[in-house]
């Protein structure tokens, strides 16, 4: 593969989930690539050489008081960034002293001022690109009519790829006709789980962003949960465990951030896990799918899953219900499905079996990122003739 110019508003990291992939596509396949974002205040800095934040490094990281700096940075021309349009003479510096030449680009972006700032980028690295959408953070969708980045991001690209079906249906707005979906994935591994076993603790794990209403519903459920399962333990993995109820934080394990090793075998040592959202219908609710299900499903886990109707998680999971996921909006539907799973130990075995067959076929690693490489082949045959318009 030719060399890649990878192009995000977010950090190459496992901190958040389209970091984690793009870092897991790239670096960990040990492909050719540079990569430029200009945001590190949510989710810090890349994990990998050869990745550029376009930001100031006196970025301001208070609410108060950042319209003043933001304002004193574009008069003194601190910043990388005028608007939504890159600086001219830093980039093209950048571009020279670090020799950042690609052959084409893989561009991620969830709203339209990051799209208006990947078109200024494009329009400086000069090369056929593709576009893969994996989440949008507005609201009521994309409209073409008022979307003057996305518009020409979308139709200017040799690819457009998606993460699901409600983002697919976002972007044919913009005439899009022929795009794939391509899911989130996880490298393949050997389930060791090991089925519940009576007088043994039944053990449930939560990761990474938390949603309240199926935080609320577990504390809610959580004393009938107990009478029924004395020895139930709850494991929380990730860096918002600040963000439970403080009743939850008692009677929840917190092993902190851990090595990508310490969280798969922690993984491997539960039976059961948990989604509590997203619950609603905003714009996560609409668009979003938790990658972290590829980390359940690989290893075998069997989900409890309280998602709001209508949501792309649960068209992403309706295919599995009841076989691997539960659906568990009320304090009832949480005790019944942990029963169902639980009931023997073959009973829970079908369905960790269900739940590692659904993540071989649909969420390899080896296959979404020959599936993405194969696009940005294509777009290279295209040669340099896109047209960015800044």
């Not at 107990?226 to 020895?231: A, E």
């Not at 639980?342 to 071989?360: G, I, M, P, V």
Request: charged share 15%; proline share 5%.
């Amino acid at each position: 593969m030719k060399k890649v110019g990878i192009i995000t508003g977010m950090a190459m990291s496992r901190s958040h989930g389209t970091g984690a992939q793009v870092l897991r596509i790239f670096q960990e396949g040990n492909l050719p690539f540079f990569h430029l974002y200009w945001t590190s205040i949510y989710w810090g800095r890349s994990e990998c050489s050869g990745s550029f934040c376009l930001e100031d490094p006196r970025y301001w990281p208070w609410r108060r008081g950042r319209g003043f700096i933001t304002w004193l940075q574009r008069l003194t021309r601190l910043s990388w960034w005028q608007g939504n349009q890159i600086d001219p003479g830093k980039i093209q510096a950048l571009i020279q002293a670090e020799q950042l030449f690609c052959d084409v680009a893989y561009v991620v972006v969830v709203s339209e001022d990051e799209a208006q700032r990947a078109v200024s980028l494009l329009k400086h690295l000069a090369c056929p690109y593709v576009v893969n959408i994996m989440d949008i953070v507005h609201a009521d969708g994309l409209n073409p009519a008022d979307m003057p980045g996305f518009r020409q991001l979308l139709t200017q690209a040799a690819e457009v790829l998606s993460l699901n079906q409600a983002i697919k249906a976002e972007v044919e707005k913009f005439g899009i006709s022929h795009m794939e979906i391509l899911p989130f994935a996880q490298d393949v591994t050997q389930p060791t789980l090991a089925a519940p076993k009576p007088g043994l603790p039944l053990r449930i794990v939560m990761v990474g962003a938390v949603h309240d209403r199926g935080l609320q519903l577990l504390t809610q459920t959580w004393s009938s949960l107990v009478q029924h399962y004395p020895k139930v333990e709850l494991v929380y993995l990730g860096r918002h465990f600040h963000t439970l109820p403080p009743f939850l934080q008692k009677v929840t394990q917190h092993p902190g951030m851990v090595s990508v090793e310490t969280y798969n075998s922690i993984l491997a040592t539960c039976h059961l896990a948990y989604l509590t959202g997203p619950s609603e219908l905003n714009c996560f609710g609409r668009f979003s799918i938790p990658s972290r299900l590829s980390d359940f499903f690989m290893v075998g886990l069997p989900v409890l899953a309280c998602v709001a109707l209508g949501s792309a998680t649960k068209q992403f999971l309706d295919p599995l219900v009841p076989h691997c996921v539960r659906y568990t909006n009320k304090s009832s539907e949480l005790l019944q499905a942990i029963e169902d799973f639980t009931s023997s130990e073959k009973r829970w075995q079908a369905a960790s079996q269900q739940a590692c067959t659904f993540a071989l076929e649909n969420l390899s690693l080896d296959v979404v990122r020959t599936r993405i490489l194969e696009r940005l082949a294509s777009a290279c045959k295209q040669g340099s003739h896109l047209k960015i318009d800044v």
